[in-house]
């Protein structure tokens, strides 16, 4: 909560400052498009739980409501819908506890961390964004304006899932040789990671703009930039170390005054 509160402060204190200061110019606008994101895993050698995960896409869509400072400097706050995630397709690792009934042994053979089989993953994460980021202006004329920015967002979890598809034998050795049964085991399935998982994400955002005005008050925009989350996705940190991140493309419409 307490998390919450200063972001929303920093949010409210900006505005504040926008709407006291000399500059007379406000813009919002809607824009849509898709996201690449990632999970890194941070340290974390290869071959780990939370290791190994590649780029998916999603959609990204929000508002923004922009301000001017000066010709060139202004704050930028947003409110966004972003989905974020990463698939680990082939080698798995799965963690043993509470699933020793599962594992033929031998009497007196311990069961081991963890087991080994190949099916694909697929992590699933829906957030809600705020970012508030200073934007200045890198080039600008009567129709075109390019433009910097970067900042701080603060997220909130809607829904986390993991996707798991395919079917393998299961294995006592990350080399696949010593099986724990010859039947192949279906993984498919749908499993709800919320709980598991920190509702709330806060981080960097930044990126650049290329807007063009078409009638005197209405301009298009085309943005690219980039997020990287700060807060560790999982609660238990014994089950991974993994950030968000993600290259955010969209294009947009803003009406300015």
Not at 18 to 26: D, I, R, V
Not at 98 to 107: A, I, K, N, Q
Not at 153 to 173: C, P, T, V, W
Not at 179 to 190: L, M, Y
């Amino acid at each position: 909560m307490k998390k919450y509160c200063l972001l929303a402060a920093i949010c409210l204190l900006g505005l504040h400052f926008a709407a006291f200061s000399q500059a007379k110019t406000w813009r919002i606008g809607a824009k849509g498009g898709f996201t690449i994101p990632n999970l890194e895993a941070i340290g974390e050698p290869d071959g780990t739980l939370s290791s190994g995960y590649s780029s998916i896409r999603g959609t990204f869509a929000g508002i923004k409501v922009q301000y001017q400072f000066t010709s060139r400097l202004g704050i930028i706050t947003e409110f966004n819908y972003a989905e974020l995630g990463g698939k680990k397709e082939g080698d798995q690792k799965i963690k043993t506890t509470g699933l020793g009934s599962l594992f033929p042994l031998p009497p007196g053979v311990p069961l081991p961390t963890y087991v080994y089989a190949q099916f694909n993953n697929y992590v699933n994460l829906n957030y809600l964004e705020l970012p508030v980021m200073l934007q200045y202006h890198l080039w600008w004329n009567k129709k075109w304006r390019l433009t910097a920015y970067g900042g701080l967002f603060a997220g909130h979890m809607l829904q986390g899932k993991n996707i798991a598809e395919g079917r393998s034998k299961i294995y006592y050795d990350a080399a696949y040789t010593q099986p724990v049964i010859n039947n192949d085991i279906i993984f498919d399935s749908n499993t709800d990671l919320k709980n598991d998982l920190n509702s709330f994400n806060w981080g960097l955002q930044g990126g650049g703009s290329l807007s063009y005005s078409f009638l005197p008050n209405w301009e298009v925009e085309f943005s690219g930039g980039g997020s990287y989350g700060l807060q560790r996705l999982q609660k238990d940190a014994t089950f991974g170390n993994n950030r968000t991140g993600a290259l955010m493309l969209t294009l947009g419409v803003q009406y300015k005054w």
